[in-house]
C-alpha cells in the first residue's frame, strides 16, 4: 500500500455515479486528487500526506499510511498532552475532522488546544486555513450545543515545545503500517466509519439533550423527512453505505436513524423525484432507535408471488402487467 489509498468498498462516487461528492479533491492543498469519469484518483507524486481529504471524506474512504485519526486520538487519552501540533502529533490540523476533534473533546474531558503558530509560514494554510476554521467553529458550536464547557481552542504564537520526546515517541508509535486488504466480492458491503463509531461513543458520555440545530450548520449528521413523491424504487435505503436508510422484507416503508447518518449526500444525489428532505437536528435523535419515515400499501403479486407498491386497482405488479400486456399485444397480432 501507498502512502495515501482510497478504500473503494468505502467510497461514495464508487456506490453511485449520480454522487456529487468531490470533497476529497475540494479539500486537497496540492490538487492531488482528480476525477475521472467520477472516480477519485490519487497521486502519491503530489500528495504532502497533510491529511485534509481525510477529515473531508464523510465515510472514511481515504487512508494514510503513518497516520490513522482513530489511533491518534486514542494515544492523546493516554498521555497527558492537551495540544495538537503538526510538528509533533498530527500531519496537520485539517487531518482531523469535526466529529474526531468533538470525539476528543469529550472523552478527553478537557479543553483540546489546536496550536496554529507554524501555520503562519505553511505553504499549504492559504488552500486548508478555511477548512481548519470551519472544523473548530462547527466542533465548539456542536460542544456547546451539548451543554459542555468543554472546547477546541486555536492557540496561535511561538511553537509550542512542550511535548517531550517520551510523548512524541508515543504518537510515533500509533502510526504504524496497516495493511489492509480489499476484497472486491465487498465493494457493496454496509459499515459504519471508524469516526463515526468512536463519535458515537463519545455521545454516550455526553448528556442528552433535546437541543434543535439547524440542518445547514452541521455538516456530518442530519435527519431527513421523505413527502409523497416517493414511489418507493428502494434505491435510497439499497444504496445508504451505513444503513442510516432502511426497510422490511417487504420494502414496505423506509426507516431512518440519524445517528447513523453521515450527510455524505448519496440518498439526495438518487432520489429521482426528489422526495427526501432534510430538516433541523435534534441532538436527542443521536440516542434515539430508527424511525419511519414514510410506509407504503404492498400487495403480494398474484402472478410472480413478489411484494409490489399497490399505487392502482391491479393486483399485479408493474413487471407482470407488462409482461402480460405484451403477450396479449402477441397473441392479436396473430
Given amino acids: 500500500m501507498g502512502k495515501i489509498s482510497l478504500q473503494p468498498n468505502k467510497c461514495v462516487k464508487l456506490l453511485s455515479k449520480f454522487s456529487t461528492c468531490n470533497s476529497c479533491g475540494e479539500s486537497c492543498p496540492t490538487d492531488a486528487i482528480s476525477f475521472l469519469e467520477g472516480i477519485p484518483h490519487i497521486s ?16 472514511d474512504a481515504i487512508e494514510l499510511e503513518k497516520f490513522s485519526p482513530i489511533e491518534t486520538i486514542f494515544k492523546f487519552l493516554e498521555v497527558d498532552e492537551v495540544v495538537l501540533d503538526c510538528k509533533s502529533n498530527i500531519p496537520c490540523i485539517s487531518a482531523l475532522s469535526t466529529q474526531n476533534l468533538i470525539s476528543l473533546a469529550v472523552l478527553k474531558g478537557e479543553d483540546i488546544e489546536a496550536n496554529l503558530s507554524h501555520c503562519s509560514t505553511c505553504e499549504i494554510f492559504p488552500k486548508v486555513g478555511e477548512q481548519i476554521e470551519k472544523q473548530l467553529q462547527e466542533s465548539n458550536f456542536f460542544l456547546e450545543a451539548l451543554n459542555l464547557s468543554q472546547r477546541v481552542v486555536p492557540k496561535v ?8 520526546h517520551k510523548k512524541r515517541a508515543i504518537f510515533q508509535n500509533s502510526f504504524q503500517n496497516r495493511s489492509l486488504q480489499f476484497d472486491s466480492k465487498e465493494v457493496r458491503k454496509k459499515e459504519i466509519p471508524d469516526s463515526r463509531k468512536l463519535f458515537l461513543m463519545a455521545m454516550k458520555r455526553a448528556k442528552s439533550n433535546s437541543h434543535i440545530l439547524d440542518f445547514q450548520d452541521i455538516s456530518f449528521i442530519s435527519d431527513k423527512k421523505v413527502d409523497d413523491s416517493c414511489t418507493n424504487c428502494q434505491i435510497c435505503y439499497r444504496i445508504c453505505p451505513t444503513e ?21 449526500g448519496l440518498c439526495h444525489d438518487v432520489c429521482e423525484p426528489d422526495a427526501i428532505q ?20 404492498i400487495r403480494k403479486c398474484y402472478e410472480c408471488g413478489n411484494y409490489f407498491t399497490k399505487n392502482s386497482e391491479s393486483n399485479m405488479c408493474v413487471r407482470c402487467e407488462i409482461e402480460e400486456q405484451e403477450a396479449l399485444e402477441l397473441n392479436n397480432w396473430r
Fill in 44 to 59: 502519491s507524486l503530489s500528495c504532502i500526506e497533510c491529511g485534509a481529504c481525510l477529515s473531508s471524506c464523510p465515510t
Fill in 157 to 164: 504564537g511561538e511553537a509550542l515545545e512542550n511535548i517531550s
Fill in 244 to 264: 442510516a436508510l432502511s426497510s422490511d422484507y417487504k420494502n414496505s416503508f423506509i426507516s431512518f436513524s440519524p445517528n447513523l447518518c453521515l450527510k455524505c
Fill in 278 to 297: 432534510l430538516q433541523n437536528f435534534s441532538i436527542s435523535n443521536l440516542f434515539e432507535d430508527s424511525r419511519k419515515l414514510i410506509e407504503f400499501d
